[in-house]
């Protein structure tokens, strides 16, 4: 089983852990039980026949998934029980090298495993069709070296390189490859992005190229016509004691709050929190989450979340803050804040990477509407940017009332083509017959929706009628919160324009976001206009 090592076993949870377990080793196996995603990377250079996963009955597919996203070279066996024709075709599809039924024999299970390893071992030293394979004698290279955990390149004459987030990603994957060369398709598919091309790897590469020359150095990374990048230098790792740190594209900024806090540990932080404090905004910070088209599959927009982390350490999203903040000159503060810097940021993505944003999400408090929105067209204007890169999406911890005053500023923000929507759990069909004629996009509903339909059938079926209710009012759909597949195949059989959850894209940092949105398609993050004016660019 030499050639059984690295292969990862994904199986249900249970008792049949504990019998292959006792099977494997008694033929021999050596295994070790796994039970975090971020342990996968650290596993597999351990001097041990087979990984084992145990996840809970019926998510072996998302998890496989998330592995073939997160480790595309890796070997993955996925098994199940009751394994259907379709069952298998799934697993399939979504990355496994094998799909197995949990009551196979141990000798079969090996002989597979046995496979995968050799068929991906081939894979690494194949050539590649269009290539001639040159020896290369590397004791005449000069030795270039990544330091400080990836984060600096040094060229062989002791010039240091600061790397940004996807820079140093990118001189990832060339020491991870085999002899420092891969495809483009190969970088998009090993980082779990769903892209049609790959000119983000092209512009990403340019840019570092410029960035080397400007420091007086030539970075030796050659163009393999058709088919993708190599290091011709030698290019090294440097390993620091006890590290084990797992680079990935999409590492969140802000993580989710574990445990909500009771309304008394909010109101003593929130003590701490003076937005009118200009250092205040170091402790705030945007994450990014891609929503998908329903139609198409392809990423149609994204929702910035803004989180703020005090100083015990708690972690707060913004409208938790803005739901408890009781002072309404902070909060109105705060909105401000979270509105300018996301401009500044659209407008700073233009202007230094080409990459023209649109559709993004920003969640405000409905009541802090009045007093921003007629201000809102010069700021756009200010920064020169189109009404379409902004959305604003509106949520009340209270009954949301039609007034004369909110219908005039919603009408105005319409006017000047800028899209509202409603953030709502609510689908009783009383309430949502009240938002028949508004000037709004259309309405966000929130993860605990699907969530609480995937549980009850009765709670489904409301679902339902309250999206075709919608509908026939004239307005679009998001729903929030698909993180499995039974959700995804929920909301596709809703009426809905868009969904969006960690299925399909996790919290994402702004170098995944932008590097997400380089590598889309054209009509992702661009209005008409804007895809007329950047052809021929990055995107």
Same mark, same amino acid.
């Given at each position: 089983?030499?050639?059984?090592?690295?292969?990862?076993?994904?199986?249900?949870?249970?008792?049949?852990?504990?019998?292959?377990?006792?099977?494997l080793?008694?033929?021999?196996? /050596?295994?070790?039980?796994?039970?975090?995603?971020d342990?996968? =990377?650290?596993?597999r250079?351990?001097?041990?026949?087979?990984?084992?996963?145990?996840?809970?009955?019926?998510?072996?597919?998302?998890?496989?998934?998330?592995?073939r996203?997160d480790?595309? $070279?890796?070997? #993955?066996?996925?098994?199940?029980?009751?394994?259907?024709a $379709?069952?298998?075709?799934?697993?399939?599809?979504?990355g496994?090298?094998?799909?197995?039924?949990?009551?196979?024999?141990?000798?079969?299970?090996? =002989?597979?495993?046995?496979?995968?390893r050799?068929?991906?071992?081939?894979?690494?030293?194949?050539? +590649?069709?269009?290539m001639?394979e040159?020896?290369?004698?590397?004791?005449?290279? *000069?030795?270039?070296?990544l330091?400080?955990?990836g984060?600096?390149? %040094?060229?062989?004459?002791g010039?240091?390189?600061? !790397?940004?987030?996807?820079?140093?990603?990118?001189?990832?994957?060339?020491?991870?490859?085999?002899?420092?060369?891969?495809s483009?398709?190969?970088? @998009?598919?090993?980082?779990?992005?769903?892209?049609?091309?790959?000119?983000a790897?092209?512009s !990403?590469?340019?840019?570092?190229?410029? /960035?080397a020359?400007q420091?007086?150095?030539?970075?030796?990374?050659?163009?393999?016509?058709?088919?993708?990048?190599?290091?011709?230098?030698?290019?090294?790792?440097?390993?620091?004691? *006890?590290?084990?740190? +797992?680079?990935?594209?999409?590492?969140?900024?802000?993580?989710?709050?574990s445990?909500?806090?009771?309304?008394?540990?909010l109101?003593?932080a929130?003590? &701490?929190?003076d937005?009118?404090d200009?250092?205040?905004s170091?402790?705030?910070?945007?994450?990014?989450?891609l929503?998908?088209?329903?139609?198409?599959?392809q990423?149609?927009? +994204?929702?910035?979340?803004?989180?703020? &982390?005090?100083?015990?350490?708690?972690?707060?999203?913004?409208d938790?803050?803005?739901?408890y @903040?009781?002072?309404?000159?902070?909060?109105?503060a705060?909105?401000?804040?979270?509105?300018?810097?996301?401009?500044?940021? %659209?407008?700073?993505?233009?202007?230094?990477?080409s !990459?023209?944003?649109?559709?993004?999400?920003?969640?405000?408090p409905?009541?802090?509407?009045?007093?921003?929105h007629?201000?809102?067209?010069?700021?756009?204007?200010?920064?020169?940017?189109?009404?379409?890169?902004?959305?604003?999406?509106?949520?009340?911890?209270?009954e949301?009332?039609?007034?004369?005053?909110l219908?005039?500023?919603?009408?105005?923000?319409?006017?000047?083509?800028? *899209? +509202?929507?409603?953030?709502? &759990?609510?689908?009783?069909?009383?309430?949502l017959?009240?938002?028949?004629g508004?000037p709004?996009?259309?309405v /966000?509903?929130? =993860?605990?929706?699907?969530?609480?339909?995937?549980?009850?059938?009765?709670?489904?079926?409301?679902?339902?009628?309250?999206?075709?209710?919608?509908?026939?009012?004239?307005?679009?759909?998001? #729903?929030?919160?698909?993180?499995?597949?039974?959700q995804?195949?929920? =909301?596709?059989?809703?009426?809905?324009?868009?969904?969006?959850?960690?299925?399909?894209?996790?919290? @994402? $940092?702004?170098?995944?976001?932008?590097?997400?949105?380089?590598?889309?398609?054209?009509?992702?993050?661009?209005?008409?206009?804007?895809?007329r004016?950047?052809s021929?660019?990055?995107?």
């Amino acid at each position: 089983m030499e050639h059984a090592r690295g292969v990862l076993v994904v199986l249900e949870e249970g008792e049949g852990l504990h019998h292959w377990q006792e099977q494997l080793r008694v033929f021999g196996t /050596k295994t070790s039980v796994i039970r975090s995603l971020d342990r996968v =990377a650290e596993a597999r250079q351990t001097q041990v026949d087979l990984l084992l996963f145990p996840v809970e009955p019926g998510y072996v597919p998302l998890m496989v998934a998330k592995l073939r996203n997160d480790f595309g $070279s890796l070997g #993955i066996v996925a098994m199940q029980s009751g394994l259907t024709a $379709s069952a298998r075709v799934q697993l399939l599809l979504t990355g496994a090298d094998a799909c197995l039924s949990l009551d196979i024999q141990a000798p079969e299970l090996m =002989a597979w495993c046995h496979a995968v390893r050799r068929r991906n071992v081939y894979a690494m030293v194949a050539e +590649v069709p269009g290539m001639q394979e040159q020896p290369q004698d590397h004791s005449g290279l *000069q030795e270039w070296t990544l330091r400080d955990k990836g984060w600096t390149l %040094v060229a062989p004459n002791g010039v240091g390189l600061e !790397l940004t987030h996807s820079e140093r990603q990118l001189m990832d994957a060339f020491v991870r490859h085999t002899d420092a060369r891969f495809s483009r398709e190969d970088l @998009m598919r090993d980082k779990g992005l769903a892209a049609s091309d790959s000119r983000a790897v092209d512009s !990403l590469i340019s840019r570092l190229r410029r /960035k080397a020359s400007q420091a007086g150095v030539a970075l030796p990374i050659k163009s393999v016509h058709g088919w993708g990048y190599t290091f011709t230098g030698k290019l090294m790792a440097q390993l620091e004691p *006890q590290d084990s740190e +797992v680079m990935e594209f999409y590492t969140p900024r802000d993580e989710p709050e574990s445990v909500q806090p009771t309304p008394l540990e909010l109101l003593s932080a929130l003590e &701490t929190l003076d937005v009118l404090d200009p250092q205040a905004s170091e402790a705030l910070s945007f994450s990014y989450q891609l929503r998908v088209a329903t139609s198409t599959g392809q990423y149609s927009g +994204v929702d910035a979340q803004v989180f703020w &982390t005090a100083p015990t350490g708690l972690r707060l999203s913004s409208d938790v803050v803005l739901s408890y @903040m009781p002072d309404a000159i902070h909060r109105q503060a705060l909105c401000e804040w979270m509105l300018r810097t996301l401009l500044v940021d %659209v407008r700073r993505w233009w202007q230094e990477y080409s !990459l023209r944003a649109s559709h993004i999400g920003l969640k405000l408090p409905v009541d802090m509407l009045m007093p921003i929105h007629k201000r809102l067209p010069s700021l756009l204007r200010q920064f020169e940017l189109q009404p379409c890169c902004l959305e604003l999406d509106l949520f009340s911890d209270e009954e949301l009332e039609g007034t004369p005053e909110l219908i005039q500023a919603l009408q105005y923000l319409k006017d000047h083509e800028i *899209q +509202v929507w409603l953030t709502s &759990t609510n689908i009783e069909n009383n309430k949502l017959n009240r938002l028949r004629g508004w000037p709004i996009s259309g309405v /966000k509903l929130e =993860a605990e929706v699907i969530h609480r339909a995937c549980r009850e059938p009765t709670f489904r079926a409301l679902l339902e009628t309250a999206c075709h209710l919608l509908t026939e009012q004239g307005f679009e759909l998001v #729903i929030k919160g698909v993180d499995t597949l039974e959700q995804r195949d929920l =909301a596709l059989n809703l009426e809905l324009g868009h969904y969006q959850g960690r299925l399909t894209s996790e919290l @994402m $940092s702004e170098d995944g976001f932008l590097l997400t949105l380089a590598s889309s398609e054209p009509s992702f993050g661009q209005g008409n206009e804007a895809t007329r004016r950047l052809s021929g660019s990055v995107l």
